[in-house]
């Protein structure tokens, strides 16, 4: 069935260094959205990617999602203390877009 | 703009005792979900409801758990009778029925069976 992997699966920087975090479909999929979960909390959207090949940026985080549309990166860079988390992506079921597929998610930790 | 609402925030019980959690999405929002995230895994659907009818429950366990969405705004899950890998953080998502489909989570419901 429908999968999405990410990897890594755990991070840890000093801050200051720069993170990436790469996520793979086995499926076209029609978007992609990231999340990202402090420790303890739930989930918050940071973002949508609709079209192949599309760069986003917010701040520090660059998303970029893949020409085939199967794959995604979320980079951060120069890590802060407020990136600790989990970053998670997600895509739609075929024949249902409102249901997401998630991956594991990327622990981030990252040392002051 | 008020968020999901949960509650209760924690509950602990014993395996075969039921236990049921509460959600309050965000007003017009359409699209509610449950779903289950145990620890170090992502979330994993439960039940998605389109107002007041159900889309998609195929990973409910429906041997235990029930959930309803009356007059498509609040929604129970319920569990009956809980097993040990019930232990899990149950989560409540809503959306609306445009644009990007985000979802807005609440708080969560974190779930102990001793």
């Known amino acids: 069935g429908q999968q999405v992997m990410q990897i890594p699966q755990y991070q840890h920087v000093q801050e200051g260094e720069d993170f990436t975090t790469y996520c793979n479909s086995s499926?076209?999929?029609?978007?992609i959205q990231w999340y990202k979960q402090r420790p303890g909390g739930h989930p918050v959207f940071l973002i949508q990617?609709?079209?192949s090949g599309e760069v986003k940026k917010q701040k520090r985080l660059t998303f970029q999602f893949g020409e085939a549309k199967k794959n995604s990166s979320l980079h951060i860079t120069a890590t802060q203390t407020t990136d600790v988390g989990t970053y998670f992506c997600?895509?739609?079921?075929?024949?249902?877009?409102?249901?997401?597929?998630w991956g594991l998610g990327t622990s981030l930790a990252v040392n002051p | 703009e008020a968020g999901v609402a949960q509650s209760p925030r924690y509950k602990i019980i014993e395996k075969r005792q039921s236990v049921a959690f509460w959600c309050n999405p965000i007003?017009?929002?359409?699209?509610l979900y449950w779903y289950q995230q145990i620890l170090g895994q992502g979330p994993k659907l439960l039940i998605q409801?389109?107002?007041?009818?159900?889309?998609?429950d195929s990973q409910l366990p429906k041997d235990r758990f029930s959930a309803e969405r009356l007059k498509g705004v609040d929604s129970t899950l319920k569990i009956q009778p809980a097993k040990l890998e019930d232990s899990a953080v149950y989560l409540c998502?809503?959306?609306?029925?445009?644009?990007?489909?985000?979802?807005?989570f609440g708080p969560g419901t974190r779930l102990t069976v001793t």
């Open positions: 998502a809503s959306s609306l029925d445009r644009g990007a489909y985000e979802q807005y």
């Open positions: 990617l609709v079209k």
């Open positions: 997600a895509g739609p079921y075929a024949g249902n877009n409102r249901k997401l597929i």
């Open positions: 499926t076209t999929l029609s978007n």
């Open positions: 007003s017009g929002h359409a699209t």
């Open positions: 409801f389109q107002n007041n009818g159900v889309v998609d």
